[in-house]
């Protein structure tokens, strides 16, 4: 009988099913503003009055927070793979955190006009 010993993170199956799940969502925006270009005029007025709903920016909103979530599992397999160094990888992580919240952040200010 083999006794198997498992080791490591386990967060492959975790990550497999996020970057789907963000996938499905960027491509229901993607189709939702696709949608909005064929049938709204293109003016100034038809996009304040299409993204002043509050419902386009929870959904743009929640894109973005999609797209970012789907960067850092991206990125973070990049740095575990590639960069050996573990100094340098966490610097990297870190660096990398600290950008994607700052990129939420700012997104927040656009999105809501705050």
Do not use: E
């Given at each position: 009988?083999?006794?198997?010993?498992?080791?490591?993170?386990?967060?492959?199956?975790?990550?497999?099913?996020?970057?789907?799940?963000?996938?499905?969502?960027?491509?229901?925006?993607?189709?939702?503003?696709?949608?909005?270009?064929?049938?709204?005029?293109?003016?100034?007025?038809?996009?304040?009055?299409?993204?002043?709903?509050?419902?386009?920016?929870?959904?743009?909103?929640?894109?973005?927070?999609?797209?970012?979530?789907?960067?850092?599992?991206?990125?973070?397999?990049?740095w575990m793979d590639y960069i050996k160094p573990v100094?340098?990888?966490?610097?990297?992580?870190?660096?990398?955190?600290?950008?994607?919240?700052?990129?939420?952040?700012?997104?927040?200010?656009?999105?809501?006009?705050?």
């Amino acid at each position: 009988m083999v006794n198997r010993i498992v080791v490591g993170a386990h967060y492959g199956l975790r990550d497999w099913i996020l970057q789907r799940a963000t996938a499905v969502i960027m491509m229901i925006y993607t189709v939702a503003l696709a949608v909005f270009l064929l049938t709204v005029p293109s003016s100034y007025d038809g996009w304040k009055a299409f993204f002043g709903h509050v419902w386009v920016q929870v959904l743009t909103q929640t894109t973005i927070l999609a797209v970012l979530m789907h960067v850092w599992v991206g990125i973070r397999d990049v740095w575990m793979d590639y960069i050996k160094p573990v100094g340098l990888r966490l610097g990297l992580h870190v660096f990398t955190l600290v950008w994607l919240v700052s990129c939420f952040i700012y997104s927040v200010k656009v999105v809501w006009g705050l």
